[in-house]
């Protein structure tokens, strides 16, 4: 009996992935985005755009939630050639980790170095109001998983990557100049990333502010950690959809997010057109 072929690896699935997407651009991408619920409007603003739904991407998971296109949308963004993800999966749908950051290892291996990753998230911060634009200065990883567990994949980066930078501080500097120069009250903070589906706790959410979070969601923290151990340069915003439990007058829908973010989506988008412009000159 003939013995079977083992499994391809990580790396060898992402390469094929990365080279089909390839095969169908005119242009590579220098920038790769994950637009997260309700923002994916961003995705209608490319020129030149090339729609290709996940379900015709080997190794992309499918969302299945509202507000989330589940196609990768290419184009050029302010005369610059883009990957923009029209929604994304998430852990709580039930995929693996290493599904849900699978897009960001074919990404790294087009050959695109930055990335910019969007959520919708609920308010810690007292401070804060529906509506707010949040730029993510740092991260907390309360999902209680990390994407590179397991044997290290060292074609995409060490065994032991360095987070003291995981949202690219020059990044952050672009996207507050940008923001001033559109008169955009731009907030910043860090995003406390957790497993879900379920909304906080207000005791949950107590606790996450106490230890330094100024909004929750359930996204992104993997994406950022698998594009760090790829050596890429991330930049974060966050929709602030709502208050967490606790910090609000009404119970907490997915709706409501849907209909914070379309409330903003004219403000988001001109932030993103702004700071894609700004990198010009990195790429």
Same mark, same amino acid.
């Given at each position: 009996?003939?013995?079977?072929?083992?499994?391809?690896?990580?790396?060898?699935?992402?390469?094929?992935?990365?080279?089909?997407?390839?095969?169908?651009?005119?242009?590579?991408?220098?920038?790769?985005?994950?637009?997260?619920?309700?923002?994916?409007?961003?995705?209608? /603003?490319?020129?030149?755009?090339?729609?290709? $739904?996940?379900?015709?991407?080997?190794?992309?998971?499918?969302?299945?939630?509202?507000?989330?296109?589940?196609?990768?949308?290419?184009?050029?963004?302010?005369?610059?050639?883009?990957?923009?993800?029209?929604?994304?999966?998430?852990?709580?749908?039930g995929w693996s980790m290493e599904e849900v950051t699978f897009p960001?290892?074919?990404?790294?291996?087009?050959?695109?170095?930055?990335?910019?990753?969007?959520?919708?998230?609920?308010?810690?911060?007292?401070?804060?109001?529906?509506?707010?634009?949040?730029?993510?200065?740092?991260?907390?990883?309360?999902?209680? /998983?990390?994407?590179?567990?397991?044997?290290?994949?060292?074609?995409?980066?060490?065994?032991?990557?360095?987070m003291s930078d995981p949202y690219d501080k020059h990044l952050r /500097?672009?996207?507050?100049?940008?923001?001033? $120069?559109?008169?955009?009250?731009?907030? /910043?903070?860090?995003?406390?990333?957790?497993?879900?589906?379920?909304?906080?706790?207000?005791?949950?959410?107590?606790?996450?502010?106490?230890?330094?979070?100024?909004?929750?969601?359930?996204?992104?923290?993997?994406?950022?950690?698998v594009a760090n151990h790829c050596s890429m340069s991330v930049a974060?915003?966050?929709?602030?959809?709502?208050?967490?439990?606790?910090?609000?007058?009404?119970?907490?829908?997915?709706?409501?997010?849907?209909?914070?973010?379309?409330?903003?989506?004219?403000?988001?988008?001109?932030?993103?057109?702004?700071?894609?412009?700004?990198?010009?000159?990195?790429?």
């Amino acid at each position: 009996m003939t013995k079977p072929a083992p499994p391809a690896s990580l790396y060898d699935r992402a390469h094929a992935t990365a080279k089909g997407i390839q095969s169908r651009l005119n242009n590579p991408p220098k920038i790769a985005m994950i637009l997260g619920s309700g923002l994916g409007a961003l995705a209608d /603003e490319l020129d030149h755009a090339t729609r290709i $739904s996940y379900a015709e991407i080997p190794g992309f998971p499918v969302s299945k939630v509202q507000g989330h296109a589940g196609q990768l949308v290419c184009g050029r963004l302010e005369g610059i050639d883009v990957a923009v993800m029209q929604g994304r999966a998430h852990y709580y749908e039930g995929w693996s980790m290493e599904e849900v950051t699978f897009p960001v290892r074919v990404f790294s291996l087009m050959g695109i170095n930055h990335l910019v990753v969007t959520n919708a998230a609920g308010g810690v911060n007292p401070d804060f109001s529906e509506g707010d634009l949040m730029l993510i200065r740092d991260h907390l990883n309360l999902t209680g /998983e990390n994407p590179l567990r397991g044997p290290n994949h060292e074609s995409f980066g060490p065994r032991f990557p360095d987070m003291s930078d995981p949202y690219d501080k020059h990044l952050r /500097e672009k996207a507050h100049a940008v923001a001033r $120069s559109l008169s955009i009250d731009l907030k /910043e903070g860090v995003y406390a990333g957790v497993g879900g589906p379920s909304y906080e706790t207000p005791a949950e959410v107590q606790m996450i502010g106490r230890v330094g979070g100024d909004a929750v969601g359930m996204s992104t923290v993997p994406e950022v950690i698998v594009a760090n151990h790829c050596s890429m340069s991330v930049a974060g915003i966050s929709c602030i959809t709502n208050m967490a439990a606790g910090l609000g007058n009404e119970t907490l829908t997915h709706d409501e997010v849907k209909e914070t973010a379309d409330r903003v989506r004219d403000t988001f988008i001109s932030l993103v057109h702004g700071l894609v412009a700004e990198m010009a000159p990195l790429l």
